[in-house]
């Protein structure tokens, strides 16, 4: 068989299936629980029910997130205490993937052949059932999809891929789709509907505090309860919420709140302590509206890990009207602004960094920063081409703060906004105290997105001034939705960005540890992707693809970039 028939026979799925196939489980917490005697175990290929597919997993791309679970264990949140050694964990969730059989009741939904890429977070029933970790994931070459994923929550988690659209490019979508998720983060702009309000007065209350209208005419707040308030702004909330048929009343003292959490807390001329406080009582969702700053002359040791996981609004007015406090949030980076990519030579700061000079009106100016510059050298060498054709709108600046001293990195970085303090700030780094920095160099009405993923309970302490006179906003998001995936995957199809420029070293199925490890060290200035159906690849930086597929490397693009044609050609030489 010709290299060209090999890759189209692979492609139209009619090669014959093995009788086992190779996965990566994971039996418990460490590298070392991962696989047997550090490689892949073969397995019998699974055979489809009638309402189920079996699929050929093409590229999976290697998540900093895979890390977490190998770290954790069976402690790790998604995994809900289950057995991995009995019921061990297949990793891997920005997967690419073919339909190579199909379940007789589904004849009229799929074919073989169909391509696809997959949604990581997969609801059923009500119940988060994510690929790569409840269910099995990308680091296996085959997999039965069943109804979880075929008739979930949001119906078919399947998206169907354009022929022309590389296996890389569908399966780094998914990461991509976190990045541009980040940026549409909606907050609500009322008291939610239905939820629990808890208005508290803090030691500098201002007396003339007044209500607006908080309230959403359409979906009123279920429960309000007000705490020590000024006899005035008592008043006019009993009354308010009593014309709209809310409940209100009145508690004294902390200790005598109703127990629960509260989807909004509004916390006048607050301190730190009272801060503190009443935060771990916020929700899910919850908004954390501050009104004054009077009483805010120390910093507050702030959840900084539930702004990014439980989506939790830090809003604050130096208004006395507590309506002020809900006023939209900028999701997007802020046209012609000024950005700082704080943590941007790994590969999420690369897309960021990607993202921001391919927006409609870039940023004026960007600042990456890492802790070493070898890394971040990387990233004007590797996006120079992007960087050269916006240069008369964007400058570019990089900053590694290694050897320095953190009060004159911070100047730096400030020292490069002539004074004006950023708009934009993304979160990269795991760091409370990354956060705490970046809200003295924000500019009024600046949005400080937490994009790092930050266990819970991970506090920092936070000048909360900044967002009270300043208006800056802290938001922060996880993972990404169906629809935000969809939205991704058209724009790569649209050719209005490519995710291959993420990657940076590929591998076949038994590099997968390796690839793992790299990602744990922060090895790799970008993504690793695996190519499961070529077993014993080693990893391979794309750059150092001359010696070992000189075919393949003269296919790759500008500054060592992968294409859907390398790829084509790396498959053609490696199949089996």
């Not at 996965?23 to 490689?39: A, M, V």
């Not at 597929?549 to 500008?558: D, E």
Request: some cysteine; proline content about 7%.
């Amino acid at each position: 068989m010709t290299r060209s028939s090999k890759i189209d026979a692979y492609r139209r799925a009619t090669s014959p299936l093995p009788e086992r196939h190779w996965i990566w489980p994971l039996y418990g917490q460490g590298l070392e629980s991962l696989g047997r005697d550090g490689q892949p175990i073969a397995v019998p290929l699974p055979i489809p029910g009638p309402d189920e597919l079996l699929v050929r997993h093409d590229a999976v791309g290697l998540c900093f997130s895979d890390t977490k679970v190998i770290s954790a264990g069976e402690s790790h949140p998604r995994l809900n205490g289950r057995n991995m050694r009995e019921n061990p964990v297949v990793l891997g969730h920005e997967v690419a993937l073919t339909v190579v059989a199909v379940g007789e009741c589904l004849l009229d939904r799929f074919s073989c052949g169909e391509r696809y890429i997959i949604q990581a977070d997969i609801y059923y029933q009500g119940i988060g059932l994510a690929y790569g970790y409840a269910l099995q994931g990308g680091l296996s070459q085959y997999n039965v999809v069943g109804k979880e994923i075929l008739n979930g929550d949001e119906g078919c988690y399947l998206l169907p891929m354009s022929e022309e659209t590389g296996y890389a490019q569908g399966a780094l979508t998914e990461p991509w789709a976190c990045v541009v998720a980040s940026y549409g983060i909606a907050y609500r702009t009322r008291w939610k509907g239905g939820g629990r309000v808890l208005v508290a007065a803090g030691p500098a209350t201002d007396p003339a505090t007044s209500l607006g209208d908080p309230f959403d005419p359409e979906d009123l707040p279920s429960e309000i309860v007000a705490l020590g308030l000024p006899e005035r702004l008592k008043v006019e909330l009993l009354s308010a919420a009593g014309e709209r048929g809310v409940t209100c009343v009145s508690a004294d003292t902390l200790e005598g709140l109703p127990g629960g959490a509260w989807d909004d807390i509004v916390l006048l001329g607050p301190d730190a302590a009272l801060y503190e406080r009443l935060e771990p009582l916020a929700a899910r969702g919850a908004i954390l509206a501050l009104i004054g700053a009077e009483g805010l002359d120390a910093p507050a040791q702030v959840d900084i890990g539930r702004l990014h996981y439980d989506h939790i609004g830090l809003l604050g007015t130096a208004s006395t009207r507590i309506e002020a406090a809900y006023a939209p949030i900028r999701g997007d980076l802020l046209p012609g602004g000024r950005l700082a990519l704080v943590g941007a030579a790994g590969p999420m700061g690369q897309m960021h960094f990607q993202r921001a000079l391919q927006a409609d009106t870039p940023p004026r100016l960007i600042v990456a920063t890492s802790r070493v510059m070898d890394r971040l050298a990387l990233l004007p060498a590797k996006f120079a081409e992007l960087i050269a054709s916006h240069s008369n709108e964007t400058q570019v600046l990089t900053m590694a703060s290694q050897g320095r001293q953190p009060k004159a990195f911070n100047r730096q970085m400030w020292d490069a906004t002539e004074g004006e303090g950023y708009d934009d700030v993304i979160i990269l780094a795991p760091s409370a105290l990354v956060v705490s920095d970046a809200l003295a160099m924000m500019a009024s009405g600046g949005v400080v997105n937490v994009f790092a993923g930050l266990p819970r309970g991970t506090r920092g302490p936070l000048d909360l001034c900044a967002v009270v006179e300043r208006g800056v906003r802290l938001v922060g998001s996880s993972g990404s939705l169906i629809g935000d995936l969809r939205h991704m995957l058209d724009v790569t199809e649209t050719g209005a960005l490519d995710p291959n420029l993420s990657v940076v070293a590929i591998a076949g199925l038994c590099a997968a540890r390796e690839g793992l490890e790299g990602v744990m060290n922060s090895r790799y200035p970008g993504k690793v992707v695996i190519y499961p159906q070529v077993l014993d690849f080693p990893l391979t930086m794309l750059s150092d693809l001359e010696d070992r597929l000189p075919r393949v490397h003269a296919l790759l693009g500008p500054n060592a970039s992968w294409t859907v044609a390398a790829e084509r050609a790396f498959l053609e030489e490696l199949l089996p």
